[in-house]
């Protein structure tokens, strides 16, 4: 086991791999740009060094500063987190080339995996469902056009080598596609140095499914169950919970047997999450990505499985076998994550960042986390994410759980900032999100109309 591992991140998940480092007798080092000198996660760790200035690219993406950070103080490895390096194949290849171990899989790996083309490629030649679409790489709209023709409208058209949202376009019909194509390909190359696009049909309506699986360097793969992440704002996640109460048993075997496959085929090692789509209709899902990090939902799965996925995650890197097998694993009750942001929907979710002049986290009680950065006096800067907490309930049943977060969330208080505090009330109170009736559109094209009727 590592004797001291250093955390390439901030926030709530800087303190999250803290925490599981020091369960395990390891040493932590925290770094930190000027912005966030005050951060919780340098407090906890037990070393601090400043990488940088506040802008993310002079700190947090700013690799040198961060291996030699890793190579004055010690550390054995780098947790990455999620977001900033975490799905940097470069930054992976660094580290294995000074000799600290990366606390994820490979650079090579993440390329096969972070190349949507190939990806789809490796699914097909796995046996995993992938969405109708491209071939490969289209780089003109003409091209775009052509295969369009042969799918069939509407088709979502996706940066080959992008991620979070970006580089993404709906398009219902032909007279829009060559401006839809024009305009997403000039984000994606802003983005990931890429223009490159792809298409594939839109399945429609749909769930977001994705499968947690854990794997390490002996072969062994296992899932740990599916999340349902289907209520999403400009294709960001909202809430997520675990199990999705759109898929049986026999349904949930398939569908975690070929996140499996996938894991296997790209030779996968540490966690990784296989996401899906559901076309509830035909009950069939397709491939659509690998994430090859932790998730922010992580935390749902690990309440539904009792399995610490990020301690998992530094004992494979440690070059340990998995904990569990998959026999062993069992999914039992429901688990709800709500994303808590500093932010006003009012305004449409402009940032709202400031200073905590007051705070209460309601963490007591049986089956209630909130996992966050955050304290009284503490000022939220506003170079990062506005993520600054996540509500994470258990519960024996989905009902159970959605009366667990509506009182998690009624005692939640932070003063100083706006919040979508009440947003997340309003919308696990809504009748078909109670009922478990919605899809990847609902948010957008149904409750959020309604809400901003009452708000703006």
Do not use: W
């Not at 349904?251 to 790209?266: C, D, F, N, T, Y």
């Not at 397709?286 to 749902?300: A, D, I, L, S």
């Not at 709500?338 to 209460?360: T, V």
């Amino acid at each position: 086991m590592f004797q001291k591992i250093l955390i390439a991140n901030r926030g709530e998940i800087a303190v999250r791999i803290i925490r599981a480092a020091r369960e395990l007798g390891i040493a932590t080092v925290a770094v930190y740009s000027t912005a966030d000198k005050e951060a919780l996660h340098t407090m906890l760790a037990d070393e601090a060094i400043c990488i940088g200035p506040a802008r993310s690219r002079d700190s947090y993406l700013n690799m040198n500063a961060i291996i030699s950070a890793a190579v004055v103080t010690g550390a054995q490895a780098i947790h990455p987190g999620f977001g900033f390096l975490s799905e940097n194949s470069t930054f992976a290849t660094l580290c294995s080339e000074v000799g600290i171990k990366f606390i994820g899989p490979s650079g090579a790996v993440m390329d096969a995996m972070g190349d949507k083309i190939n990806a789809r490629k490796k699914m097909i030649e796995a046996d995993v469902p992938v969405i109708p679409g491209s071939d490969g790489e289209v780089f003109t709209a003409e091209e775009a056009l052509a295969i369009a023709e042969k799918i069939g409208y509407p088709v979502m058209l996706k940066a080959s080598a992008g991620g979070g949202g970006k580089g993404i376009r709906k398009v219902e019909k032909a007279a829009d596609l060559s401006t839809a194509f024009e305009s997403a390909s000039s984000e994606a190359k802003a983005a990931f140095g890429n223009g490159a696009m792809y298409l594939e049909r839109v399945i429609y309506p749909a769930r977001h499914i994705e499968v947690q699986i854990l794997a390490d360097q002996y072969g062994h793969v296992v899932h740990l169950g599916e999340r349902d992440c289907s209520l999403q704002r400009n294709n960001q996640k909202v809430l997520e919970e675990a199990p999705s109460i759109a898929i049986g048993q026999t349904l949930r075997e398939q569908i975690g047997q070929a996140a499996v496959r996938a894991a296997q085929s790209v030779g996968y090692e540490n966690a990784g999450t296989i996401e899906f789509l559901l076309d509830e209709a035909s009950g069939q899902f397709y491939f659509m990505e690998m994430n090859t990090r932790v998730q922010v939902e992580h935390p749902v799965t690990e309440f539904v499985t009792g399995i610490d996925i990020v301690k998992e995650q530094i004992r494979i890197a440690a070059g340990q076998e998995l904990s569990v097998i998959q026999d062993e694993i069992r999914i039992q009750g429901h688990a709800i994550e709500c994303r808590i942001n500093a932010e006003n929907p009012a305004f449409n979710f402009a940032p709202s960042p400031g200073k905590i002049s007051n705070l209460y986290l309601p963490s007591g009680g049986v089956g209630v986390r909130v996992d966050s950065a955050v304290y009284p006096g503490y000022t939220i800067p506003p170079y990062y994410d506005s993520m600054i907490a996540k509500v994470i309930v258990h519960g024996g049943n989905r009902f159970e759980a959605l009366m667990k977060m509506q009182r998690a969330l009624y005692e939640l208080e932070i003063d100083g900032l706006v919040t979508n505090t009440d947003f997340q009330l309003d919308l696990i109170a809504d009748k078909r999100v109670v009922a478990g009736d919605y899809d990847t559109a609902y948010l957008m094209e149904d409750f959020l109309p309604r809400y901003r009727g009452v708000v703006e």
